[in-house]
């Protein structure tokens, strides 16, 4: 399964959403996403969503989230722009149009082979139609 951040920041505080993991696999996530948990974990000025999650959960979890951002857990993967790139670019070329988030996301579950898995706080229209029309499954979780 590809988690965005809104997820990873879920799992990493010990409050997974009871339906997110539906079978057994592996939880993967992108570098842009990654890195925009990283942002709203780390600069005091980024007031959304995520930071809100963080403010308000127990202190003892939200040390244990930030001390994990700094090395993500051996279960959880993190999908290189080093196998994404070409497959992102090929996405393109066919008139995939979308952002770069969004972008590395559906290559990545494409290159996996993989669900991609939002909060629906991060429910995107954009890249909801595109796994649509590329045939690859992607699934709204409900907090």
């Given at each position: 399964m590809l988690i965005a951040d809104h997820l990873l920041l879920r799992l990493l505080l010990d409050d997974e959403p009871v339906d997110l993991r539906q079978r057994n696999g592996r939880l993967v996530t992108t570098g842009l996403w990654y890195h925009r948990l990283c942002r709203a974990l780390s600069i005091s000025t980024v007031s959304g969503a995520m930071s809100r999650m963080l403010?308000?959960?127990?202190?003892?979890?939200?040390?244990?989230?930030?001390?994990?951002?700094?090395?993500?857990?051996?279960?959880?993967?993190?999908?290189?722009?080093?196998d994404l790139a070409w497959p992102m670019a090929h996405l393109l070329d066919v008139g995939v149009r979308l952002n770069l988030m969004s972008l590395e996301a559906l290559a990545a579950a494409e290159?996996?082979?993989?669900?991609?898995?939002?909060?629906?706080?991060?429910?995107?229209?954009?890249?909801?139609?595109a796994a649509s029309l590329r045939g690859v499954p992607l699934r709204l979780v409900v907090h």
């Amino acid at each position: 399964m590809l988690i965005a951040d809104h997820l990873l920041l879920r799992l990493l505080l010990d409050d997974e959403p009871v339906d997110l993991r539906q079978r057994n696999g592996r939880l993967v996530t992108t570098g842009l996403w990654y890195h925009r948990l990283c942002r709203a974990l780390s600069i005091s000025t980024v007031s959304g969503a995520m930071s809100r999650m963080l403010g308000s959960a127990d202190p003892i979890l939200g040390a244990r989230a930030v001390a994990a951002m700094t090395e993500l857990p051996d279960d959880i993967g993190l999908a290189s722009l080093r196998d994404l790139a070409w497959p992102m670019a090929h996405l393109l070329d066919v008139g995939v149009r979308l952002n770069l988030m969004s972008l590395e996301a559906l290559a990545a579950a494409e290159w996996y082979d993989a669900e991609i898995c939002l909060a629906v706080a991060d429910a995107n229209p954009q890249l909801i139609a595109a796994a649509s029309l590329r045939g690859v499954p992607l699934r709204l979780v409900v907090h």
